[in-house]
């Protein structure tokens, strides 16, 4: 008993300690890159449906495209519901129906999906979505 | 013959009221259980600071410091590391799969876990996907290498030190990573220092050593309190990952169709 906690001591002591402090090692759950971090955009549209599930929550949301006047259903992706109601959401804070404007980082690609930063309600209120902004972070879990 | 009646109550009661009906931590142990949650994510930062987003142009995002890279591998380790990150780079950019984290990175995730202490052990379960770190204090040697099949969360034993929990853990998989896609060995070997403050938070002093995989060991420090008010919620990264893989390994896109 007391030779292997001796023995364990002696092996931590004698590592030449590579002190790091690293707070996350991570790797990020995807990748952040698919979104262009440094041109956010904001569409505005009626809520089809909000995905309250993991790992991300979704925001599927049908906006106007002015160029063809159809409307086109946008895919924005949020942090997981552990995270976003710990800092006040809920699973009713965004309702299908509801009027609202989305400041997003969008897809390099040009689809219609993005990575949501801020929601502006019909009443002018503004919620904070908290996508990781032009820190990275590397931080474990979905982004 | 009420007298009778009375020893027998008495002696009945003190059998129940002796008994450890609740398990909790033995008299000598700092009690240590209830949720915690690592008081360095971003959102934690965040809400210490009053701010609702990071402000790209403040250097006062108390972000830490560097972080390791793939240059603390083996030369056998670095083209694990590179073919695999060649093997990633086919695939659509933001295609994830789901999968334990194990350790370390279970302990470094943005969600809470929980402590709860018996006899000769300590428990943790972590939201993230319910995984559970089982940790004995009733053991001082770790299981022989030919009963210990390679798991993600390893064999941990652990010892009090003062105010200071011990935890050594071996026998890990390899279906796991370090942090930024760097792999190990079977042989890595998770050397923890809990060390535990007056104000209900902890440091954990975490020493990660490979002789297979890294040239050094890797030294890192994760801080935590207890949370009182929070409860432990369910993560599950299948429930809907849209980031999954396709037929072809490409990233579904997460996109209406």
Redesign the interface.
Known sequence: ?LN??FM?KVL?LS?????????????G???F??FDRDNPIQITGEIKEF?W????T?I?IMVNEPATGELV???I?GR????L???GWTRNTVQPGEQVTLTIYPLRNG???GAI??IEKADGSII?A?T????D?????PR | MVKNHLVSLLIASSLLFGANLIAQPAAQERDISGVWMND????ER??RAGL?????NSTN?A??????GAD?LTEQYRQIYEAEQARLAQLA????S?GW?GM??VM????PFEILQTPGRITIIF??ESQVRRIFLDR??HLPFDELDPSYLGDSIG?WEGNTLII?TIGFNTLT??????PHSEEMHI?ERWQFTENDSVIVEM?I?DPLAFE???????EYSKRPT?RI?????E?????APDEEGQ?S????N
């Open positions: 008993m292997l906690r364990i931590a590592f030449s300690a590579l002190s790091i402090l690293i707070s996350s090692i991570a790797q759950h995807h990748s890159e698919m995905q599930v993991n790992p991300h979704w599927q259903e946008w895919s992706e997981s519901p552990n995270v109601v710990r800092r689809d219609p999906g930063i801020t904070n908290d990781p902004t032009a820190v972070t590397d931080e474990e879990g | 360095n994510t971003l959102d965040l809400k609702k987003r990071l402000d790209p995002n972000a830490p410091a560097q972080a390791v603390i950019v933001g295609t994830a789901c984290q370390p990175r470094t995730y943005p969600y939201e993230t001082d040697e010892w050594d990573t370090v942090g930024r896609g760097l050397l020493t050593s050094e060991p890797i030294v890192q420090e994760i929070w919620r369910e993560y599950h990264c429930e809907n990952n849209r980031d990233r896109g997460g996109l209406a």
